[in-house]
């Protein structure tokens, strides 16, 4: 019996994710009744609610119906968190985010996407490469995609183990351990969420673990740089790309539709987006990035693109301990910006000592040592206020950071 048979109501916690929401998308669209609560409102729980799905704002016990065979909730969720508590005491089996993936994927042909950077646009990339090829995959992608209706996920067909199942393998606390890919591809293992790794020894061996549970491993040296047309800017698409073909054609996918798929794949929400212009005629965009190799490919990728522009960047760090721990990187990470703005940090899942260890004030003390046109932004509407003030035609406000630095974007181009 499959996932999607054995199951028939499944209560989500945490369903404004980007993971968790693609997950009830998928249940709903396989006949199971959906229900689901997250902390606060968002983008994602106000599609849902024209989904159908109807998710409540707030935490409560009352959330749970009691009728429910399975409660799936997201990492960030704690076990105090009381709709888990309504769980326990109800004897309703709960599984995370990625247990439950590992459930769900037994019954396809499980392809993983792993690595510090480019894991949401190789899995969009090979994704979209499928459908073309008409092999109908199943994708789950940590952002939105216009191909598959502005949506985190793709629905295909199911009919057995030879179906396709693409995703994205996160290794924040070995998470990927719960999945067992038929082919997996590493893209790259630059130490990250040092929250939980405190080496990059420890770090490169979780991908290790990941890969003696996979039939077959595509490593970064066995990918050459992609040497076809790709649709968005940067050396670093150029190897995802590179990844992607090598994964596409080792399903079989012949190279004209590799070709045609990566010439015509323009991006995901959040990487590198242009989200319009300000009233002064500055372009704005928005991207992911949070780790300083990314903001360093980020960059560039908007330098190749737009040689002539005054580039100012807005960061907020996602994470004090992630901040505190990759500081040299960071502050080495912003030569192709003329202008640099660290309006916050944002807090997730930080301890106080976290908090104390650094500020955005030491951030921007330790950027200034390599670059000299770098400031404190006060927060994001103070930062706001200020490129409004100070942006004209022909600049680019580059905005980046995981957390809610999207605000300035919304803001400026309001």
Same mark, same amino acid.
């Given at each position: 019996?499959?996932?999607?048979?054995?199951? @028939?109501?499944?209560?989500?916690?945490?369903?404004?994710?980007?993971? =968790?929401?693609?997950?009830?998308?998928?249940? @709903?669209?396989?006949?199971?009744?959906?229900?689901?609560?997250?902390?606060?409102?968002?983008?994602?729980?106000?599609?849902?609610?024209?989904?159908?799905?109807?998710?409540? &704002? *707030?935490?409560?016990?009352?959330?749970?119906?009691?009728?429910?065979?399975?409660?799936?909730?997201?990492?960030?969720?704690?076990?105090?968190?009381?709709?888990?508590?309504?769980?326990?005491?109800?004897?309703?089996?709960? &599984?995370?985010?990625?247990?439950?993936?590992?459930?769900?994927?037994?019954?396809?042909?499980?392809?993983?996407?792993?690595?510090?950077?480019?894991?949401?646009? &190789?899995?969009?990339?090979? *994704?979209?490469?499928?459908?073309?090829?008409?092999?109908?995959?199943?994708?789950?992608?940590?952002? @939105?995609?216009?191909?598959?209706?502005?949506?985190?996920?793709?629905?295909?067909?199911?009919?057995?183990?030879?179906?396709?199942?693409?995703? +994205?393998?996160?290794?924040?606390?070995?998470?990927?351990?719960?999945?067992?890919?038929?082919?997996?591809?590493?893209?790259?293992?630059?130490?990250?969420?040092?929250?939980?790794?405190?080496? !990059?020894?420890?770090?490169?061996?979780?991908?290790?673990?990941?890969?003696?549970?996979?039939?077959?491993?595509?490593?970064?040296?066995?990918?050459?740089?992609?040497?076809?047309? =790709? *649709?968005?800017?940067?050396?670093?698409?150029?190897?995802?790309?590179?990844?992607?073909?090598?994964?596409?054609?080792?399903?079989?996918?012949? +190279?004209?539709?590799?070709? +045609?798929?990566?010439?015509?794949?323009?991006?995901?929400?959040?990487?590198?987006?242009? @989200?319009?212009?300000?009233?002064?005629?500055?372009?704005?965009?928005?991207?992911?990035?949070?780790?300083?190799?990314?903001?360093?490919?980020?960059?560039?990728?908007?330098?190749?693109?737009?040689?002539?522009?005054?580039?100012?960047? =807005?960061?907020?760090?996602? !994470?004090?301990?992630?901040?505190?721990?990759?500081?040299?990187?960071?502050? !080495?990470?912003?030569?192709?910006?003329?202008?640099?703005?660290?309006?916050?940090?944002?807090?997730?899942?930080?301890?106080?000592?976290?908090?104390?260890?650094?500020?955005?004030?030491?951030?921007?003390?330790?950027?200034?040592?390599?670059?000299?046109?770098?400031?404190?932004?006060?927060?994001?509407?103070?930062?706001? +206020?200020?490129?409004?003030?100070?942006?004209?035609?022909?600049?680019?406000?580059?905005?980046?950071?995981?957390?809610?630095?999207? !605000?300035?974007?919304?803001?400026?181009?309001?």
């Amino acid at each position: 019996m499959s996932f999607f048979e054995e199951h @028939k109501k499944i209560h989500f916690i945490g369903i404004g994710g980007i993971g =968790v929401s693609a997950l009830a998308r998928l249940c @709903k669209a396989r006949g199971i009744e959906v229900s689901g609560s997250d902390a606060t409102a968002s983008s994602i729980t106000n599609e849902l609610l024209d989904e159908e799905i109807s998710p409540v &704002v *707030g935490h409560n016990a009352e959330n749970l119906p009691e009728d429910a065979d399975m409660v799936i909730y997201s990492e960030a969720v704690p076990a105090s968190n009381v709709e888990r508590v309504r769980a326990e005491e109800l004897g309703v089996p709960a &599984v995370s985010y990625f247990e439950a993936l590992g459930e769900i994927t037994e019954d396809y042909r499980l392809i993983a996407i792993a690595g510090s950077h480019g894991k949401t646009t &190789v899995t969009a990339m090979l *994704g979209l490469i499928l459908e073309r090829a008409g092999m109908d995959p199943t994708v789950v992608v940590g952002s @939105k995609l216009k191909e598959f209706g502005n949506k985190n996920v793709r629905v295909g067909e199911y009919s057995g183990l030879t179906d396709l199942f693409v995703l +994205e393998a996160c290794e924040y606390r070995r998470d990927f351990l719960s999945l067992h890919p038929a082919l997996l591809g590493v893209l790259n293992m630059d130490l990250d969420h040092t929250d939980y790794y405190h080496s !990059q020894e420890d770090y490169e061996q979780a991908f290790h673990e990941l890969a003696e549970q996979s039939e077959e491993v595509i490593w970064p040296e066995d990918v050459s740089e992609y040497e076809g047309e =790709v *649709g968005v800017p940067g050396d670093h698409n150029l190897m995802n790309a590179g990844m992607a073909a090598h994964l596409a054609r080792r399903l079989g996918v012949p +190279e004209g539709i590799i070709a +045609e798929s990566l010439k015509a794949y323009h991006g995901a929400w959040r990487r590198f987006e242009y @989200k319009g212009m300000t009233l002064n005629g500055a372009a704005v965009y928005d991207d992911y990035a949070h780790h300083p190799t990314e903001i360093m490919a980020t960059l560039a990728a908007a330098r190749e693109k737009f040689p002539d522009e005054r580039i100012v960047a =807005v960061f907020q760090p996602h !994470q004090y301990s992630r901040t505190r721990d990759l500081l040299t990187g960071f502050a !080495q990470a912003f030569e192709d910006a003329d202008e640099v703005i660290i309006p916050n940090i944002y807090a997730a899942r930080d301890r106080a000592a976290d908090k104390e260890s650094i500020s955005p004030e030491i951030l921007v003390e330790e950027i200034s040592k390599y670059h000299d046109n770098v400031r404190y932004g006060g927060g994001l509407e103070k930062t706001a +206020e200020y490129l409004e003030e100070t942006t004209e035609d022909g600049d680019l406000i580059l905005v980046m950071g995981a957390g809610d630095v999207d !605000q300035v974007s919304y803001r400026l181009t309001a």
